[in-house]
């Protein structure tokens, strides 16, 4: 099992930048893909940003291409998500998960972190 324990968010003006991190614990042993989820008020849950296991590939979702950086420190076990140019859309809890290589779902969840971006 792998536990899952996301830091940073915050109440912040439109423009400003915050960085998320999520610390993974537990059976990290084996490889996996890391992901950023957020889910709004009234709105369902959405794909944000993803990085390979190794930091090679990432992916972001249309809507924070450009201002979002994903990254990953295997040896401390955590990945981060740099969020700049924040508009009040943004408001959301953040989500970190990690599917397991080869996997099609992402299996470990975090209790996620509120952000909040004010106009």
């Known amino acids: 099992q792998v536990q899952l324990v996301e830091s940073g968010g915050g109440l912040v003006q439109a423009g400003d930048s915050l960085r998320l991190a999520c610390a993974a614990s537990?059976?990290?042993?084996?490889?996996?893909?890391m992901g950023w989820f957020r889910q709004a008020p009234g709105k369902e849950r959405e794909f944000v940003a993803s990085?390979?296991?190794?930091?090679?590939?990432?992916g972001y979702a249309d809507s924070v291409k450009g201002r979002f950086t994903i990254s990953r420190d295997n040896a401390k076990n955590t990945v981060n998500l740099l969020m700049n140019s924040l508009k009040p859309e943004d408001t959301a809890v953040y989500y970190c998960?990690?599917?397991?290589?080869?996997?099609?779902?992402?299996?470990?969840w975090g209790p996620g972190t509120q952000v909040t971006v004010s106009p």
């Open positions: 998960a990690a599917k397991p290589i080869l996997g099609s779902t992402y299996v470990y």
């Open positions: 537990g059976r990290t042993g084996s490889s996996y893909v």
């Open positions: 990085i390979t296991r190794s930091g090679g590939i990432t």
